[in-house]
T-cell receptor, first 111, second 117 residues
Framework: AQSVTQLGSHVSVSEGALVLLRCNYS??????LFWYVQYPNQGLQLLLK??????LVKGINGFEAEFKKSETSFHLTKPSAHMSDAAEYFC?????????FGAGTRLTVKP | GAVVSQHPSWVICKSGTSVKIECRSL??????MFWYRQFPKQSLMLMAT?????????EQGVEKDKFLINHASLTLSTLTVTSAHPEDSSFYIC?????????????FGSGTRLTVV
């Protein structure tokens, strides 16, 4: 069975600073990994995903994530935070057409 | 891209009444849809998997008689909260996979905020 752990329920950065949101997973098969963003009172929007191939994947809004099998990690980064990045971020893993989510990380961006 | 439409976006109902939430895949067919519940500042909790033409599969602890799911067509799944009570107040989100393979990931509806008074 798969599971996802997001370290840090709340991350606060200054505008223009690096964003790093951590995600570790466990999976019994090669995982498909996803990052979603959720704005208040909205559904989830896909930021990026890793399925196969290149381990560094780029997504929307300047975000990227790197799949590291040896570390079972899929951390999300953005070089320079923008105020509009403030939201809830969820890491997810898909194993057998069944997606499981991490607990989420709330990103706050300070002016 | 694949779009999932969820309606209504918010609803207030009286205790004891029933509420129906619709989830539609607008530009793809979805044999399977998923219903989640989300409490404030928490992650998504999978309630059930909705299967077109057959019974839904409920997660452990979810009352199937309380949360009725119908998936009568390839583009529509509905969740009915029966005899709603204040503790059913929550944010409900549906999703669907716009392809046969898990690599597609899920496309989510915009969610429904249910408040039972």
């Amino acid at each position: 069975a798969q599971s996802v752990t997001q370290l840090g329920s709340h991350v606060s950065v200054s505008e223009g600073a690096l964003v790093l949101l951590r995600c570790n997973y466990s999976s019994s098969v090669p995982p498909y990994l996803f990052w979603y963003v959720q704005y208040p009172n909205q559904g989830l929007q896909l930021l990026l995903k890793y399925t196969t191939g290149a381990t560094l994947v780029k997504g929307i809004n300047g975000f990227e994530a790197e799949f590291k099998k040896s570390e079972t990690s899929f951390h999300l980064t953005k070089p320079s935070a923008h105020m509009s990045d403030a939201a809830e971020y969820f890491c997810a893993v898909s194993e057998n057409n069944d997606m499981r989510f991490g607990a989420g990380t709330r990103l706050t961006v300070k002016p | 891209g694949a779009v999932v439409s969820q309606h209504p976006s918010w609803v207030i109902c009286k205790s004891g009444t029933s509420v129906k939430i619709e989830c539609r895949s607008l530009d793809f067919q979805a044999t399977t849809m998923f219903w989640y519940r989300q409490f404030p500042k928490q992650s998504l909790m999978l309630m059930a998997t909705s299967n077109e033409g057959s019974k839904a599969t409920y997660e452990q602890g979810v009352e199937k008689d309380k949360f009725l799911i119908n998936h009568a067509s390839l583009t529509l799944s509905t969740l009915t909260v029966t005899s709603a009570h204040p503790e059913d107040s929550s944010f409900y989100i549906c999703s669907a996979q716009p392809g046969q393979h898990r690599a597609y990931g899920y496309t989510f509806g915009s969610g429904t905020r249910l408040t039972v008074v």
